[in-house]
């Protein structure tokens, strides 16, 4: 489905009826609600509270650990399911109720490991499973160190990861502080495995995430409208910043991406808000549901 640009959206009648539908608002965290310090802005907290009064839902969806996004979920006050590891896991603070868990098959995360363990690539990445939400790596390495700290988890070093296998992984991530190699890997993976296999994407340009192929942020946030709430994509606003949230995006009645967003995250956006340090998520709700 093909998103119009921000030149070319609906008419300003129609776009006046989708605005008026929302009842579900769908957020990332990271470069969409918070910036580098990590924390959401009063102005965006406003914001969104004041959309709640009005009697609409707010969730997040995010690539991160369902333990990490717990506290962004407490900020915003949202009463929804969490929507965590690219929704490969959602589950509702309130009850503790995982309503999906989807893991990558344990032959493919063992490729993988193959993959990313080869010579020339060892030394060069770091790589993390996700099992039982904590995080297992092979050893501490400075971007795993950067990683922890940022998502304020304890990451466990077992030297072998296949050791860990007994259990098949939400998420595998390889980092890497060369975008260009990651992007190398990715064009190397999606030549490997189709999307029915592996679901692939980047929620940081030196972040390549692997998951279930019935992952994705779109699959989850119709799940939270149409089988929780008994919504229409018409009725969901997302907002999101990189390729991981392009299916949510693409999902929306509204999909907002933010300033910094790749260009061909912009493309497929409705409107494109400013920039996170600029309280654009605010902006984008100021703009459609206030």
Request: hydrophobic fraction near 45%; charged fraction near 20%; charge should be negative.
């Amino acid at each position: 489905m093909h998103k119009a640009s921000a030149t070319d959206l609906p008419s300003t009648s129609n776009l006046a009826q989708v605005e008026k539908d929302i009842k579900l608002l769908v957020l990332d965290i990271d470069g969409t609600i918070a910036g580098h310090d990590n924390q959401v802005s009063e102005t965006v907290k406003q914001a969104i509270a004041k959309v709640q009064a009005k009697g609409i839902q707010v969730a997040i969806a995010t690539g991160r650990m369902y333990c990490s996004a717990l506290r962004f979920h407490q900020d915003i006050k949202s009463t929804l399911p969490l929507v965590a590891y690219q929704g490969a896991w959602i589950q509702d603070p309130k009850n503790q109720k995982i309503h999906r868990h989807l893991a990558v098959p344990r032959e493919i995360t063992q490729q993988l490991l193959d993959y990313f363990e080869q010579p020339q690539l060892r030394s060069l990445l770091s790589v993390h499973f996700y099992i039982n939400d904590q995080l297992y790596v092979r050893e501490i390495t400075t971007e795993t160190e950067l990683y922890a700290e940022r998502c304020g988890v304890t990451p466990i070093p077992v030297g072998d990861l296949r050791q860990v296998l007994s259990d098949q992984p939400t998420k595998v991530l390889a980092l890497c502080d060369d975008a260009n190699l990651i992007q190398e890997l990715l064009g190397n993976l999606r030549l490997q495995y189709t999307p029915a296999e592996l679901y692939m994407t980047t929620s940081v340009a030196t972040f390549l995430e692997a998951a279930n192929p019935f992952v994705n942020k779109g699959t989850a946030v119709r799940y939270l409208a149409e089988e929780l709430l008994g919504l229409e994509r018409d009725n969901v606003m997302t907002i999101g910043d990189n390729f991981n949230d392009v299916e949510m995006l693409e999902y929306a009645g509204i999909g907002v991406a933010m300033g910094s967003a790749p260009e061909a995250v912009q493309a497929i956006a409705n409107w494109v808000a400013p920039h996170v340090e600029a309280d654009g998520a605010a902006v984008a709700i100021e703009k459609f549901l206030l």
